[in-house]
């Protein structure tokens, strides 16, 4: 089984804070980490591979220090992986994104399936892995919960639907978004360590890809953004004073006046 | 304080510490309370390669040393000191197949230990033996093609869980000193048995069991080294793993001091946090003082047995006294910082207390080793005049 | 191609400094330069006062749009019932329909897909209604090529579909299949009154920053909106409008996929997507065994029951129940959020409701900030009073 993952270096979004004050970002230690959705894609992807043999390789589209995300992939199971980092590439949208993903997969050679994790923190899109599929030409299933079988060309999985699980097959070659309900990633083991400090990391730029400048990044994207702004948190209501009972009597009596209840 | 690891040290130290605040932490109350041994934390221990970190590079290991050990045994101490000695134990279990295996022996079990498919156990105290090692009374008969072990051994760490065991017995209990032999028993041999689990003040999620052995042979091939070396064997492997035991001490006095400082810097009495009450923080800087020290003597003692030095016994007694009393200290002070609510089982440290008392008497009860490390001294001395 | 720094014009104010929501620009000597991981977002070109910061671009290609045509919205059914985010969406579409003085058409597929009437109650002038055996059950595959081949056809300038498991799934592949933009999760939509472009804004960092995006160039505009982030208008039997029937050429189109099984989560009682009120639960409930007295309190109420994202990690309940970014958007009238802090996640997925209460025993609780009524207190002891007042 040939396996690719694609991962994102992304902000640790939690610690993504406005100062109420002034209304601009606090900055202050904020950490770049793994999308953690992606790290659910690389163990199920290790995992595959632990069951079925083959290899998998780890791809990431982004600045030169994208590369930790491959490294530590390295040190949790992925025997190789490759950057795919040129300032044409930035401002990309999930399409442009989505298509120079599909040139460097496309570039890597034959494989039988590609793990994205559902979407990522920062974007919340959870676009690039469908959109990576079509392009490729390959078949497709998002929100996948547990990869139960792979036998004759055929993966059988389940996805998460709002109201339960689908049991779906697909053939391979095919791409998949998986659901952090579907594994608990281990943790890296020395050996792992060792060899993510000292593997080569191939650097691939729009040349490489044979791509044309103009079809990536932000001349590639059909979506532009033009305004960013941080989301106004005004203060709604009261809060009840006075002893629990009393509080609670209170907030029964106005829901029951609203007719809430 | 900077202590100039390598970068490998570096590395090691940084994953253990990875373990036990991802794996370690979020279970060690409820794995105290049930007394249950930490199987799924032994699994992802193995898969980062922790059980590789003892064992020499062509058995499979990484071939790190005293110091590799101790480093992983403090970090996990510091989170759990169950699960740091289940660890450690394991290590003394095998080290004997380390330091006076044969090379078939070595072949035979040591890659599985490095994989962490298989744990590791050591026996040798005795309902009879405690500190008087001498006292022992399992015997190891000889017989055509091996030996038949009879007897019973008392509160062995990984008793019952670890596969592999290695058992200090007489062979001839005539020679006194000369009279015993260390063997490797698997689990499942017939004629060797398991007694209830201890149940235990602390360390309660480490299983601690008796073994017992009844007309149970193993083959010759299973002899630990020359027949007549079991006591040496023994005491050297104890010297070798005191400063793991130290380390364990230190690793929990330090998880108990940080708890102590981050509570204190927390509640709030008569209107300031108590941490800036004279009395609390003469507490913590002597409680931050004691585990900076033992660490400083821990990593030194280890140091030295890595330097390939034939004789660290005072060394190693030394590191083990200093930290296990200072351990036992802070955690009690951690206790009294957090006053009322340090006694309630909501709040790590009273398990930290509980789990500090035995790593003043187990591995060498610091009675026998002051004595020991007196005795050296008196020896210095007499050689001098 | 990039972000531009004209170091004649820039005086070193480094008021543009705190505007990058990246904090990828610093002051180095006395002229500001710009880090990697640029995303080229603008938000320092208008802070910058002097015109010292552009960003510059390769000329986008011309403009496909005059010939597309139209407001779509794609109206999503399961297992023969139309949900309701369509309605949702078609109250939305009529709005930008209106302003842009167009038609608004609802598509849908499925088989044996009850009565479609309400779409065109809803503000639909025309109903595209795929109806076939091949399409009853939701295959990525198959919806993707259908919809692409109808769009192709029809030639929309918008399109719009729920962000609901099915949408999220199949608009991208339409995307991507039209080499055009798609806006997921959009929260506001509406029509630029001099370009006449759709002005689409979305939550990004977890809902911390908002951002408002434009698809100049390629058509249809697309976006998936989360249901009951709009709210339904008032349906009109009077509105008249068209349904075509379409058909599903089976062996053109074949799916690779296939679906051999479906297992319903039933510890679900009340829907919550569909519930009024909604007690949730969250960290503070400690453990599991706590949603029973939550179950309790919704149980008196009627209510479902919730859940912010700690206590479905921990498995004290299943993830049908999580509420929030990563879980379920609802629009309850009354959502009580017990022993939840109130993160910048779960708000996103629960802030437009009616009235919320909230019970945390932290005053600084963000929950609070948002809470119409909040009571500061053990919710131990709160909620069982509440239990005890409601039943008297």
């Given at each position: 089984?040939?396996?690719?993952?694609?991962?994102?270096?992304?902000?640790?979004?939690?610690?993504?804070?406005?100062?109420?004050?002034?209304?601009?970002?606090?900055?202050?230690?904020?950490?770049?980490?793994?999308?953690?959705?992606?790290?659910?894609?690389?163990?199920?992807?290790?995992?595959?591979?632990?069951?079925?043999?083959?290899?998998?390789?780890?791809?990431?589209?982004?600045?030169?220090?994208?590369?930790?995300?491959?490294?530590?992939?390295?040190?949790?199971?992925?025997?190789?992986?490759?950057?795919?980092?040129?300032?044409?590439?930035?401002?990309?949208?999930?399409?442009?994104?989505?298509?120079?993903?599909?040139?460097?997969?496309?570039?890597?050679?034959?494989?039988?399936?590609?793990?994205?994790?559902?979407?990522?923190?920062?974007?919340?899109?959870?676009?690039?892995?469908?959109?990576?599929?079509?392009?490729?030409?390959?078949?497709?299933?998002?929100?996948?919960?547990?990869?139960?079988?792979?036998?004759?060309?055929?993966?059988?999985?389940?996805?998460?639907?709002?109201?339960?699980?689908?049991?779906?097959?697909?053939?391979?070659?095919?791409?998949?978004?998986?659901?952090?309900?579907?594994?608990?990633?281990?943790?890296?083991?020395?050996?792992?360590?060792?060899?993510?400090?000292?593997?080569?990391?191939?650097?691939?730029?729009?040349?490489?890809?044979?791509?044309?400048?103009?079809?990536?990044?932000?001349?590639?994207?059909?979506?532009?953004?033009?305004?960013?702004?941080?989301?106004?948190?005004?203060?709604?209501?009261?809060?009840?004073?006075?002893?629990?009972?009393?509080?609670?009597?209170?907030?029964?009596?106005?829901?029951?006046?609203?007719?809430?209840? | 304080?900077?202590?100039?690891?390598?970068?490998?040290?570096?590395?090691?130290?940084?994953?253990?510490?990875?373990?036990?605040?991802?794996?370690?932490?979020?279970?060690?109350?409820?794995?105290?309370?049930?007394?249950?041994?930490?199987?799924?934390?032994?699994?992802?221990?193995?898969?980062?390669?922790?059980?590789?970190?003892?064992?020499?590079?062509?058995?499979?290991?990484?071939?790190?040393?005293?110091?590799?050990?101790?480093?992983?045994?403090?970090?996990?101490?510091?989170?759990?000191?169950?699960?740091?000695?289940?660890?450690?134990?394991?290590?003394?279990?095998?080290?004997?197949?380390?330091?006076?295996?044969?090379?078939?022996?070595?072949?035979?079990?040591?890659?599985?230990?490095?994989?962490?498919?298989?744990?590791?156990?050591?026996?040798?105290?005795?309902?009879?033996?405690?500190?008087?090692?001498?006292?022992?009374?399992?015997?190891?008969?000889?017989?055509?093609?091996?030996?038949?072990?009879?007897?019973?051994?008392?509160?062995?760490?990984?008793?019952?869980?670890?596969?592999?065991?290695?058992?200090?017995?007489?062979?001839?209990?005539?020679?006194?000193?000369?009279?015993?032999?260390?063997?490797?028993?698997?689990?499942?041999?017939?004629?060797?048995?398991?007694?209830?689990?201890?149940?235990?003040?602390?360390?309660?999620?480490?299983?601690?069991?008796?073994?017992?052995?009844?007309?149970?042979?193993?083959?010759?091939?299973?002899?630990?080294?020359?027949?007549?070396?079991?006591?040496?064997?023994?005491?050297?492997?104890?010297?070798?793993?005191?400063?793991?035991?130290?380390?364990?001490?230190?690793?929990?006095?330090?998880?108990?001091?940080?708890?102590?400082?981050?509570?204190?810097?927390?509640?709030?009495?008569?209107?300031?946090?108590?941490?800036?009450?004279?009395?609390?923080?003469?507490?913590?800087?002597?409680?931050?003082?004691?585990?900076?020290?033992?660490?400083?003597?821990?990593?030194?003692?280890?140091?030295?047995?890595?330097?390939?030095?034939?004789?660290?016994?005072?060394?190693?007694?030394?590191?083990?006294?200093?930290?296990?009393?200072?351990?036992?200290?802070?955690?009690?002070?951690?206790?009294?910082?957090?006053?009322?609510?340090?006694?309630?089982?909501?709040?790590?440290?009273?398990?930290?207390?509980?789990?500090?008392?035995?790593?003043?008497?187990?591995?060498?009860?610091?009675?026998?080793?002051?004595?020991?490390?007196?005795?050296?001294?008196?020896?210095?001395?007499?050689?001098?005049? | 191609?990039?972000?531009?720094?004209?170091?004649?014009?820039?005086?070193?104010?480094?008021?543009?400094?705190?505007?990058?929501?990246?904090?990828?620009?610093?002051?180095?000597?006395?002229?500001?330069?710009?880090?990697?991981?640029?995303?080229?977002?603008?938000?320092?070109?208008?802070?910058?006062?002097?015109?010292?910061?552009?960003?510059?671009?390769?000329?986008?290609?011309?403009?496909?749009?005059?010939?597309?045509?139209?407001?779509?919205?794609?109206?999503?059914?399961?297992?023969?019932?139309?949900?309701?985010?369509?309605?949702?969406?078609?109250?939305?579409?009529?709005?930008?329909?209106?302003?842009?003085?167009?038609?608004?058409?609802?598509?849908?597929?499925?088989?044996?897909?009850?009565?479609?009437?309400?779409?065109?109650?809803?503000?639909?002038?025309?109903?595209?209604?795929?109806?076939?055996?091949?399409?009853?059950?939701?295959?990525?595959?198959?919806?993707?090529?259908?919809?692409?081949?109808?769009?192709?056809?029809?030639?929309?300038?918008?399109?719009?579909?729920?962000?609901?498991?099915?949408?999220?799934?199949?608009?991208?592949?339409?995307?991507?299949?039209?080499?055009?933009?798609?806006?997921?999760?959009?929260?506001?939509?509406?029509?630029?009154?001099?370009?006449?472009?759709?002005?689409?804004?979305?939550?990004?960092?977890?809902?911390?920053?908002?951002?408002?995006?434009?698809?100049?160039?390629?058509?249809?505009?697309?976006?998936?909106?989360?249901?009951?982030?709009?709210?339904?208008?008032?349906?009109?039997?009077?509105?008249?409008?068209?349904?075509?029937?379409?058909?599903?050429?089976?062996?053109?189109?074949?799916?690779?996929?296939?679906?051999?099984?479906?297992?319903?989560?039933?510890?679900?009682?009340?829907?919550?997507?569909?519930?009024?009120?909604?007690?949730?639960?969250?960290?503070?409930?400690?453990?599991?065994?706590?949603?029973?007295?939550?179950?309790?309190?919704?149980?008196?109420?009627?209510?479902?029951?919730?859940?912010?994202?700690?206590?479905?990690?921990?498995?004290?309940?299943?993830?049908?129940?999580?509420?929030?970014?990563?879980?379920?958007?609802?629009?309850?009238?009354?959502?009580?959020?017990?022993?939840?802090?109130?993160?910048?996640?779960?708000?996103?997925?629960?802030?437009t409701s009616d009235c919320i209460v909230a019970i945390n025993d932290d005053p600084q609780a963000p929950i609070f900030e948002i809470a119409t009524y909040g009571i500061v207190g053990d919710l131990f002891k709160v909620v069982p009073l509440l239990i005890e007042k409601l039943k008297v």
């Open positions: 089984m040939n396996i690719l993952v694609c991962l994102k270096q992304v902000p640790d979004t939690p610690d993504v804070k406005i100062d109420p004050q002034t209304n601009t970002l606090i900055r202050d230690g904020i950490k770049t980490i793994t999308n953690p959705f992606d790290t659910y894609a690389l163990e199920e992807g290790v995992r595959i591979k632990e069951r079925y043999g083959g290899r998998v390789s780890a791809v990431t589209m982004g600045p030169p220090q994208a590369e930790q995300v491959l490294r530590d992939a390295i040190s949790t199971g992925a025997d190789d992986a490759v950057l795919l980092s040129d300032s044409a590439f930035a401002g990309a949208d999930t399409l442009a994104t989505a298509y120079t993903l599909a040139r460097a997969i496309s570039k890597l050679g034959p494989y039988d399936l590609v793990i994205c994790g559902r979407q990522t923190i920062d974007g919340d899109t959870g676009q690039v892995g469908p959109e990576l599929a079509e392009m490729l030409g390959v078949s497709f299933v998002a929100y996948v919960s547990r990869t139960e079988e792979i036998s004759d060309g055929w993966l059988r999985v389940r996805r998460m639907v709002e109201d339960g699980y689908e049991v779906i097959e697909t053939p391979l070659p095919a791409v998949i978004t998986v659901v952090k309900e579907i594994n608990v990633p281990r943790l890296p083991s020395l050996r792992g360590l060792t060899r993510a400090k000292s593997v080569a990391i191939p650097v691939w730029t729009a040349q490489e890809l044979g791509i044309d400048p103009g079809t990536v990044g932000l001349s590639g994207s059909a979506t532009r953004v033009i305004k960013v702004f941080f989301p106004q948190r005004v203060r709604r209501g009261e809060t009840l004073q006075g002893d629990l009972p009393s509080q609670v009597s209170r907030l029964v009596d106005r829901l029951r006046e609203a007719h809430l209840i | 304080m900077e202590y100039f690891l390598t970068e490998q040290q570096k590395m090691v130290k940084s994953l253990a510490r990875r373990v036990a605040e991802e794996r370690v932490m979020p279970v060690r109350a409820e794995l105290d309370e049930k007394e249950e041994f930490p199987w799924a934390i032994m699994k992802d221990l193995a898969g980062a390669d922790m059980f590789r970190v003892f064992i020499p590079e062509e058995y499979e290991g990484l071939g790190g040393g005293c110091l590799e050990l101790c480093l992983v045994t403090e970090e996990l101490s510091r989170a759990c000191s169950s699960v740091a000695i289940s660890y450690a134990a394991s290590a003394l279990g095998t080290m004997s197949l380390i330091e006076y295996g044969t090379e078939a022996q070595k072949r035979k079990y040591l890659p599985d230990v490095a994989a962490g498919k298989r744990l590791a156990a050591f026996a040798l105290t005795e309902p009879a033996a405690g500190s008087d090692v001498s006292a022992i009374k399992t015997t190891a008969r000889k017989e055509n093609g091996g030996y038949v072990l009879n007897g019973t051994k008392q509160f062995i760490t990984n008793g019952g869980e670890a596969e592999l065991y290695t058992v200090i017995a007489l062979t001839s209990p005539e020679r006194g000193g000369r009279g015993a032999s260390a063997f490797l028993v698997e689990k499942d041999t017939p004629g060797f048995s398991f007694g209830k689990k201890e149940k235990k003040m602390g360390l309660r999620a480490s299983a601690t069991r008796e073994l017992i052995f009844r007309n149970c042979f193993i083959p010759a091939e299973n002899l630990i080294g020359k027949e007549g070396m079991g006591f040496i064997v023994a005491m050297r492997l104890f010297d070798r793993s005191r400063p793991g035991v130290a380390a364990q001490a230190v690793g929990l006095a330090q998880g108990a001091l940080e708890a102590a400082v981050d509570y204190a810097r927390r509640r709030v009495q008569f209107g300031h946090p108590i941490i800036s009450l004279q009395a609390v923080q003469l507490m913590l800087a002597d409680m931050a003082i004691q585990v900076e020290a033992a660490r400083a003597l821990v990593y030194a003692v280890a140091r030295t047995v890595d330097s390939g030095a034939k004789n660290f016994s005072e060394e190693s007694a030394m590191a083990k006294v200093f930290a296990s009393d200072t351990a036992m200290k802070v955690t009690t002070n951690a206790v009294q910082i957090l006053g009322g609510v340090g006694y309630m089982r909501d709040y790590p440290v009273e398990k930290m207390m509980r789990d500090a008392k035995i790593t003043q008497i187990y591995e060498g009860a610091n009675e026998v080793l002051r004595t020991a490390i007196a005795f050296e001294l008196r020896k210095r001395k007499a050689r001098r005049e | 191609m990039g972000l531009l720094i004209d170091i004649d014009k820039c005086i070193g104010c480094g008021n543009c400094i705190p505007s990058c929501p990246f904090g990828l620009l610093e002051m180095v000597g006395e002229k500001v330069q710009v880090k990697d991981g640029c995303t080229l977002c603008g938000a320092c070109q208008d802070a910058c006062e002097y015109e010292a910061i552009r960003i510059e671009e390769v000329s986008p290609a011309a403009t496909l749009g005059d010939d597309y045509k139209g407001v779509w919205v794609f109206a999503e059914q399961r297992r023969g019932k139309l949900k309701s985010v369509a309605y949702e969406l078609l109250s939305k579409g009529r709005e930008l329909a209106d302003t842009l003085k167009t038609e608004l058409s609802a598509v849908c597929f499925g088989h044996n897909i009850e009565e479609v009437d309400p779409l065109i109650a809803y503000g639909a002038d025309k109903v595209y209604l795929v109806d076939s055996p091949a399409l009853a059950n939701f295959q990525e595959d198959l919806y993707a090529r259908k919809l692409v081949e109808l769009i192709q056809e029809h030639k929309p300038e918008i399109v719009i579909a729920g962000a609901t498991a099915q949408g999220r799934s199949f608009i991208p592949q339409v995307a991507a299949r039209l080499r055009t933009g798609l806006t997921a999760d959009c929260t506001g939509l509406e029509i630029d009154p001099e370009t006449g472009l759709l002005r689409q804004t979305r939550p990004t960092f977890g809902g911390n920053i908002m951002a408002t995006i434009l698809c100049p160039a390629k058509r249809p505009q697309m976006s998936t909106v989360r249901p009951r982030v709009f709210k339904k208008g008032a349906p009109s039997d009077k509105r008249e409008g068209q349904i075509i029937r379409l058909n599903f050429d089976g062996e053109a189109i074949t799916s690779q996929t296939r679906l051999l099984d479906f297992m319903e989560d039933l510890t679900e009682t009340v829907k919550l997507e569909d519930a009024d009120i909604i007690v949730s639960g969250g960290r503070g409930l400690g453990k599991a065994e706590n949603f029973q007295l939550l179950e309790e309190l919704a149980g008196v109420l009627g209510a479902a029951l919730g859940s912010s994202r700690p206590p479905v990690d921990d498995g004290w309940i299943p993830y049908s129940h999580q509420v929030g970014q990563t879980g379920k958007t609802v629009c309850p009238k009354l959502y009580i959020a017990c022993g939840i802090s109130g993160s910048v996640q779960h708000m996103a997925g629960m802030q």
